[in-house]
């Protein structure tokens, strides 16, 4: 497109000049989850470029790398010293990067057992509109000083500046896995099970409902992580609980949960919709959803609907005071639903982008 400049550096100083002088900024990575924009005039930065591991400290549980890092290669070399990034995130294998998973909030199944990359993310660095380069946080765990720049980039989809490194806290990674699979008559009895799962003392690592497009009956999953000698009799007191079920381990297991990380269920040229809401009102959305695959996930705290036309579902969404978010397809505007007024957000806006380089506050 004509006036696209494009920069891929690691020197931080050059981008920082060129950002500073640019009228508008976007950010170009793997591509795998948020579409990017680019018009006449604008500095594409290619985050690819700042991409490798700065620091890692086994010993402290602690890795800095820069933002453009596939997930991959960070899980790889976490996974030599028994160690993994427990907000499981999304679209590994189809190469998401680092600074991209914090942008898109992007949290698999596994965030129902310790929460999602906002209580990992423990410093950054990124260069905002005014060609700052500003440090959020640092490489300890108990870190106070300064304003909380980490949480604030997560989910910010780059309308706040370019990420250039992340440091994360990281856990020990579970021996092994096992999972529940339960056939359930109908949404409403696999909805009833939810609240003696979540407030059962067995650590459970995911629970989701999955739903097929006008199919009565819903298959409930529940995931349990850990030592590989106690993991079966954990998991027939969770089979007991909810009163029935298949467990698997091993390949098939995994399989299952591959299958939601990456998005596999999804229809040939569907999207799919992220929409965060609470167990209490999945079954009034869900009526109005039930031609469309779907999962309910996190013990039924996110929703994820396929859709082949996102904005179909947004009337839906709005009826329901929901907002939602379309990933995976280069739409114009990724954000439906209800869009909620954030005088805050604003403020944060004009004080790092004051002049919009980074687009329009959504």
């Known amino acids: 497109m004509s006036g696209v400049q494009a920069i891929a550096t690691q020197d931080i100083s050059q981008l920082c000049e060129a950002i500073r002088a640019a009228a508008r900024v976007h950010i170009r990575s793997a591509g ?22 700065i620091d890692y400290q086994p010993t402290e549980f602690v890795i800095q790398v820069w933002a453009g890092t596939p997930v991959r290669t960070v899980q790889a070399l976490l996974a030599e010293h028994g160690q993994y990034l427990p907000f499981d995130p999304l679209l590994v294998e189809r190469g998401a990067t680092v600074g991209g998973t914090v942008a898109a909030n992007a949290n698999g199944p596994e965030r129902f057992r310790y929460g999602g990359v906002r209580d990992f993310i423990i410093g950054i660095h990124f260069i905002d509109g005014e060609g700052r380069h500003i440090l959020g946080g640092g490489k300890v765990v108990k870190n106070a000083a300064g304003f909380d720049f980490p949480k604030l980039m997560v989910g910010s989809r ?71 000698g106690g993991l079966m009799q954990r998991m027939e007191r969770v089979r007991a609980l909810v009163g029935g079920g298949e467990i698997l381990d091993g390949a098939e297991e995994e399989a299952l949960w591959r ?43 996110v929703a994820w609907i396929a859709a082949e036309a996102p904005a179909a579902l947004d009337d839906v969404l709005r009826a329901h005071n929901l907002p939602g978010l379309v990933m995976l397809r280069a739409v114009e505007n990724p954000r439906i639903g209800v869009q909620v ?19 329009a506050l959504e």
């Open 32 to 53: 795998t989850k948020l579409p990017a924009h680019a018009g006449d005039g604008a500095l594409v930065v290619d985050a690819s470029a700042l991409s490798g591991v």
């Open 158 to 228: 780059g309308k706040l500046g370019v990420l250039t490194d992340v440091t994360f806290k990281v856990f020990p990674k579970p021996e092994a896995y096992a999972t529940l699979r339960l056939a359930c008559a109908d949404l409403q009895t696999a909805l009833a099970l939810l609240p003696k799962l979540t407030n059962c003392p067995y650590d459970l690592n995911a629970v989701d409902v999955v739903a097929e497009p006008n199919h009565e009956a819903v298959e409930l999953r529940v995931r349990v992580g850990g030592l590989r």
């Open 259 to 301: 299958e939601a990380r990456e998005f596999t269920w999804l229809p040939d040229g569907a999207a799919v919709v992220k929409v965060p809401l609470t167990p209490a009102r999945i079954l009034a959305l869900d009526a109005h959803v039930r031609a469309h695959a779907r999962r309910y996930s996190v013990g039924g705290n």
């Open 341 to 359: 007024s954030n005088p805050f957000a604003e403020r944060v806006k004009a004080a790092l982008d004051p002049t919009h380089k980074f687009g």
